[in-house]
């Protein structure tokens, strides 16, 4: 047997630039580079084994912070609809413990990132080590077992050996569509150093199928026949839709059956906004149209979503008395949810099945007028939002939007993921193609979309990215900004001033918390946050960190700033605080509930009043059997 003498650390890497996933015939690179802060823990190792090998066998980038950098791989790996990823290394305590924000966002969002942090010794020559968690009861535990149940697969490499059957079961997971999430090799910081006669076949081109599995027959008859029979039939669209690229196969759906589509935040895009059948965002952040339909839809067919309770408005949403669900999903957990017919397959090919078992019919025509003319009058509430009759004014939030809807086009990704933002998003933007609309809500971590738009910026340099970040997530995690710098990454970020974590604000009045701790201000002589704003300049810090910075106080500055962003070719800051008034048009409100329980017993009149609308909204929950 042929072998080759190497470290852990350099075996991994070599093996990782021969690892490739398949689909339709079309071959990526399944790691497509390494991010990485160096320390104690992994600087002779892993650090020495991406210098030895060079950037050809495997890029490195240079992040600042290591939660930062597991966004920035996820956003690469959602642009690239699963099919590629990248890997993280850190050192050992805080660096691997940083991980562990991302490690969740990755996996509930079911996006692949390798995560490599460096681990205590093995071979335990002296106790403790610098940054090492010492459990009296466990010498096997450490600070990465933190990771475990935030990953798909985990494992700690203690020996050489164990690595390859470890890295097999890694890649496995990393490149299946339905176990993928984040993947984690714990890597002690001797063993990285260690050398191994390694085999060399280990190092072997190794290619990845990513299948499509085809739904099953009775399966399929049963859910035509179901969609047959409904009157008011609605279809959401999730995420799964774009990680198979599947936007294609649902317009062909849609236009053969005229059944309406209702997208979740992760299928925003499914359908063209423009497209007669797309009704927009559904459930608590939905639009009126979507959510009438829902509430008296028959059938609800499900397409690679996960129904979180934003979706299904915590299950008060769905509320015919006989309504029923039919799941298309490649995991059949979720297919499985709702008590629904479940149609366990890939979203592409579920749907081509589910066109030719209904060839020959369509919903009703009235159906049809009825969503046609809501659909109508949501775009007119659109129109008003985005209106702006003064361009010297201050824009609000829902102007700023609506300037950067009249500027892009199709090529264009606008990333966000918490505050108030996701929420005027879902409602209001006109989603042009798939991969336009990139909403990070099954973790909703505010600090996310700066790291993100880098990693989109990597996978697809020929797109205008956009961040748009409030001042709450901007004080959250700036620090990529100098990534994006130092790589010559030009995103654009908006970044909004509004003083304060305005969607917690806004949720906190409706629950009886009256803002309490939600605004970016001074003490006040009662000890609350309610005095003047904070001085601070964020614009000046992100020219700090390095952007070109434009700054934008009036409708008009705003959208000159915004085409000249657009324009440039170094990362860009656009700069604007906003008018939180009422006296300029904000997005609609909610048009559906969200269960956020409300004190239960209280003396302060605004929490009373809270609770007595709780429970008349609670009454309304329903479990589908």
């Given at each position: ?526 000890g609350t946050y309610t005095g003047d704003p904070l001085p601070v300049d964020l614009a000046a810090n992100a020219a700090s960190l390095g952007m070109d910075v ?76």
């Amino acid at each position: 047997m042929t072998t080759r003498r190497l470290t852990v650390a350099q075996a991994l890497i070599a093996f990782l630039s021969h690892q490739y996933t398949e689909r339709d015939g079309r071959r990526h690179r399944l790691i497509n580079a390494c991010w990485g802060i160096f320390g104690h823990g992994n600087v002779a190792g892993l650090g020495q084994a991406l210098l030895e090998s060079g950037p050809d066998a495997m890029p490195y980038l240079q992040g600042r912070n290591e939660q930062s950098m597991v966004h920035a791989a996820v956003g690469y790996a959602r642009q690239h609809n699963r099919l590629a990823a990248q890997a993280v290394t850190t050192s050992i305590g805080p660096g691997a413990t940083n991980l562990v924000t991302g490690a969740a966002l990755a996996t509930i969002n079911r996006l692949p990132v390798l995560l490599l942090p460096g681990d205590t010794f093995a071979t335990r020559p002296a106790e403790p080590v610098l940054q090492q968690l010492e459990v009296p009861a466990a010498g096997d535990v450490s600070v990465n077992d933190c990771l475990r149940p935030v990953s798909r697969y985990f494992d700690r490499v203690t020996r050489p050996e164990a690595l390859i059957p470890a890295a097999l079961q890694a890649m496995r997971t990393l490149a299946d569509p339905v176990d993928t999430g984040a993947v984690t090799l714990a890597l002690p910081q001797d063993v990285q150093a260690e050398a191994y006669d390694w085999p060399e076949e280990f190092f072997a081109d190794r290619v990845w199928r990513v299948r499509r599995p085809a739904p099953d027959a009775v399966e399929s008859q049963r859910a035509a026949a179901a969609v047959r029979a409904a009157r008011r039939p609605l279809i959401v669209a999730g995420g799964g839709i774009h990680h198979s690229e599947a936007e294609e196969a649902l317009r062909a759906l849609v236009d053969a059956t005229g059944i309406p589509v209702a997208s979740t935040q992760a299928g925003k895009g499914s359908l063209r906004h423009d497209h007669p059948a797309d009704i927009g965002g559904i459930g608590h952040t939905g639009t009126a149209v979507a959510d009438e339909l829902a509430r008296t839809a028959d059938l609800v067919i499900g397409v690679g979503t996960r129904y979180s309770d934003f979706t299904t408005a915590s299950n008060t949403l769905f509320a015919d008395p006989g309504v029923r669900f039919v799941n298309l999903n490649i995991a059949a957990f979720d297919a499985h949810k709702l008590s629904a017919l479940p149609l366990v397959a890939d979203a592409r090919a579920g749907l081509e099945a589910l066109t030719a078992a209904l060839a020959g019919h369509r919903v009703a025509a009235e159906y049809e007028a009825e969503y046609g003319a809501g659909k109508a009058d949501w775009e007119r509430r659109v129109d008003a939002a985005y209106a702006a009759a003064d361009d010297s004014a201050r824009p609000s939030q829902t102007q700023v939007l609506g300037a950067l809807d009249a500027l892009v086009d199709d090529s264009d990704v606008v990333i966000n993921a918490a505050g108030s933002l996701p929420g005027d998003l879902h409602k209001l933007w006109r989603a042009r193609s798939p991969r336009q609309y990139h909403l990070e809500y099954g973790y909703s971590c505010m600090g996310y979309e700066i790291p993100a738009a880098i990693g989109v910026k990597l996978a697809a340099p020929e797109r205008p990215v956009w961040a748009l970040v409030g001042d709450g997530t901007y004080l959250m995690m700036p620090t990529e900004l100098v990534t994006a710098v130092q790589e010559g990454v030009n995103i654009n970020v908006v970044l909004v001033q509004n003083h304060g974590y305005a969607s917690i604000g806004g949720l906190s009045e409706q629950t009886g918390g009256e803002r309490f701790g939600t605004a970016y201000r001074y003490r006040a002589a009662d000890g609350t946050y309610t005095g003047d704003p904070l001085p601070v300049d964020l614009a000046a810090n992100a020219a700090s960190l390095g952007m070109d910075v434009i700054r934008a106080a009036t409708v008009g500055e705003l959208r000159a700033a915004l085409a000249t962003a657009r324009a440039s070719d170094r990362p860009t800051c656009v700069y604007v605080e906003t008018e939180t008034t009422d006296t300029v048009p904000g997005a609609p409100g909610a048009q559906a509930w969200w269960d956020v329980p409300v004190a239960e017993a209280a003396t302060r009149p605004a929490a009373v009043k809270a609770r007595e609308e709780y429970d008349r909204q609670a009454a309304a929950r329903r479990r589908y059997l």
